[in-house]
């Protein structure tokens, strides 16, 4: 009997690690346009996603629009943080005035013309959101529900004192995670 008991003991240890280890390896890759501000919203993006479902993220800056969505559609990079406005610049499309309006038509000329899927914007003037590709969003389904708690939370004003607070690069990680602590988000 106790060899019976630790054999399905050994047996269920064994499955379990493997289920475990289904997880493992996942990387994000988020990419930005090279600027403060976006380096500290793919930093809480970043933080926010490791710290709660433990997938490895890293963060690609790029040096404009064309070397990012390069990487986009080569499969480089699956999230990017990204601007109402600057999307209208990357479909070759002029902005549209109405919010609402602008935000239908980029959700759905990114899906159409790119595979992306955009969320919630973060918040700010114009407003900054995560834009997952396909792919991505297949591979890590639950991460929409998360990135949308970020919605709304990032006023022109947050952004601004985080930015400033940020000043560095050691700095930004500490930011972004003192920012999530006080919000409850880890």
């Given at each position: 009997?106790k060899?019976?008991?630790?054999?399905i003991?050994?047996?269920l240890?064994?499955?379990?690690?493997?289920?475990?280890?289904?997880?493992?390896?996942?990387?994000?890759?988020?990419?930005?346009?090279?600027s403060?501000?976006?380096?500290?919203?793919?930093?809480?993006?970043?933080?926010?996603?490791?710290?709660?479902?433990?997938?490895?993220?890293k963060?690609?800056p790029?040096?404009?629009?064309?070397?990012?969505?390069a990487?986009?559609?080569k499969?480089s990079?699956?999230l990017?943080?990204?601007?109402?406005?600057?999307?209208?610049d990357?479909?070759g499309?002029?902005r549209?005035?109405?919010p609402?309006?602008?935000?239908?038509?980029?959700?759905?000329?990114?899906?159409?013309?790119?595979?992306?899927?955009?969320?919630?914007?973060?918040?700010?003037?114009?407003p900054?959101?995560?834009?997952?590709?396909?792919?991505?969003?297949?591979?890590?389904?639950?991460?929409?529900?998360?990135?949308?708690?970020?919605?709304?939370?990032?006023?022109?004003?947050v952004c601004?004192?985080?930015?400033?607070a940020?000043k560095?690069?050691?700095?930004?990680?500490?930011?972004?995670?003192?920012?999530?602590?006080?919000k409850?988000?880890?």
């Amino acid at each position: 009997m106790k060899r019976w008991l630790t054999g399905i003991l050994l047996a269920l240890l064994l499955a379990t690690a493997g289920e475990a280890g289904a997880c493992v390896g996942k990387i994000l890759y988020i990419g930005i346009p090279n600027s403060p501000a976006e380096q500290v919203l793919a930093e809480l993006v970043a933080t926010l996603v490791s710290e709660r479902t433990g997938t490895t993220v890293k963060i690609l800056p790029f040096k404009d629009s064309r070397e990012l969505y390069a990487a986009v559609k080569k499969g480089s990079v699956g999230l990017v943080i990204e601007n109402r406005d600057r999307g209208f610049d990357v479909l070759g499309r002029p902005r549209e005035s109405n919010p609402k309006t602008a935000m239908e038509t980029l959700r759905r000329e990114y899906q159409r013309t790119l595979n992306m899927v955009w969320l919630e914007p973060f918040g700010g003037n114009p407003p900054y959101a995560p834009v997952i590709t396909t792919d991505t969003l297949s591979s890590l389904p639950a991460l929409p529900k998360l990135l949308n708690k970020l919605a709304g939370l990032l006023t022109d004003d947050v952004c601004t004192r985080l930015v400033k607070a940020a000043k560095g690069d050691d700095k930004t990680k500490k930011v972004a995670r003192d920012f999530l602590k006080s919000k409850r988000l880890i």
